[in-house]
């Protein structure tokens, strides 16, 4: 784990995250300055929405000194009500989702929060060959998104009781991959195989470049040849480093 540290309005600001994540948390605390020119970010109170995530400033001290630590919610367990001092897991989220939209040249991100709801085919749960799909949110904290088996032959038959509203925040637990494609628009259809993406389309049924497995593999051994070190991908499964 490593220490982020910066300075706002005079008061130190600590934020804990694995090192290869030193971009997106520099990119979150530089946010948090921004805000602070607007409004109290050391209030109680005070919560910044930054992407999926939300994050907290929670005062402590040592050695008589003060400082303010961010903290975000825990998505693996109960982001709704524990908060956890490391960052990570936000900011993987943050960087996966950039880079499909970047990839597939979405000009307009559609916010999805990790409270928003996803209405999820229990079967699908654990099945190899699974779908994403988006459709209108029909009330706040929808996310629109629905998780279903692929090839369903009972597609639109489900009764209630095989259906589950679930917090987005719970594919972490059972397809972290399908947390890239939250913020595409409305009629995105994303394929998926184990944890996987295998397709992407837009609402017309064209064909959305993503970034594979394979081409993130490729990025992480070409950058650590140029760094001369080993470096984990920033976007999944971040190694710790130093604290």
Same mark, same amino acid.
């Given at each position: 784990?490593?220490?982020?540290?910066?300075?706002?309005?005079?008061?130190?600001?600590?934020?804990?995250?694995?090192?290869?994540?030193?971009?997106?948390?520099? /990119?979150?605390?530089?946010?948090?300055?921004?805000?602070?020119?607007?409004?109290?970010?050391?209030?109680?109170?005070?919560?910044?929405?930054?992407?999926? /995530?939300?994050?907290?400033?929670?005062?402590?001290?040592?050695?008589?000194?003060?400082?303010?630590?961010?903290?975000?919610?825990?998505?693996?367990?109960?982001?709704?009500?524990?908060?956890?001092?490391?960052?990570?897991? /936000?900011?993987?989220?943050?960087?996966?989702?950039?880079?499909?939209?970047?990839?597939?040249?979405?000009?307009?991100?559609?916010?999805?929060?990790?409270?928003?709801?996803?209405?999820?085919?229990?079967?699908?749960?654990?099945?190899?060959?699974?779908?994403?799909?988006?459709?209108?949110?029909?009330?706040?904290?929808?996310?629109?998104?629905?998780?279903?088996?692929?090839?369903?032959?009972?597609?639109?038959?489900?009764? +209630?009781?095989?259906?589950?509203?679930?917090?987005?925040?719970?594919?972490?637990?059972?397809?972290?991959? /399908?947390?890239?494609?939250?913020?595409?628009?409305?009629?995105?259809?994303?394929?998926?195989?184990?944890?996987?993406?295998?397709?992407?389309?837009?609402?017309?049924?064209?064909?959305?470049?993503?970034?594979?497995?394979?081409?993130?593999?490729?990025?992480?051994?070409?950058?650590?040849?140029? +760094?001369?070190?080993?470096?984990?991908?920033?976007?999944?499964?971040?190694?710790?480093?130093?604290?």
């Amino acid at each position: 784990m490593y220490i982020f540290e910066a300075e706002i309005n005079n008061k130190k600001i600590k934020l804990y995250s694995n090192y290869p994540l030193r971009r997106a948390a520099t /990119a979150l605390l530089r946010t948090f300055n921004q805000i602070s020119q607007k409004a109290n970010i050391f209030s109680p109170t005070f919560s910044l929405t930054y992407g999926w /995530a939300r994050y907290y400033l929670s005062k402590r001290s040592e050695k008589n000194t003060s400082y303010y630590v961010v903290q975000t919610g825990d998505y693996k367990n109960n982001p709704m009500q524990l908060r956890t001092d490391d960052c990570s897991d /936000a900011l993987i989220v943050q960087n996966m989702q950039v880079d499909t939209n970047m990839k597939a040249g979405v000009g307009r991100p559609e916010p999805t929060l990790f409270s928003d709801t996803i209405l999820v085919l229990k079967e699908a749960i654990n099945a190899p060959d699974v779908y994403m799909n988006r459709s209108e949110a029909t009330k706040n904290g929808d996310s629109g998104w629905y998780f279903g088996l692929l090839n369903d032959e009972r597609e639109g038959q489900h009764e +209630n009781d095989e259906l589950v509203t679930v917090p987005t925040s719970e594919l972490m637990k059972f397809r972290g991959e /399908a947390l890239r494609v939250l913020q595409m628009p409305v009629g995105t259809l994303a394929v998926f195989h184990d944890n996987e993406m295998t397709a992407l389309v837009d609402k017309d049924d064209n064909p959305l470049e993503f970034t594979t497995a394979e081409d993130r593999k490729r990025e992480t051994a070409r950058n650590a040849a140029e +760094n001369g070190e080993e470096n984990e991908s920033a976007d999944e499964n971040p190694a710790a480093s130093e604290e």
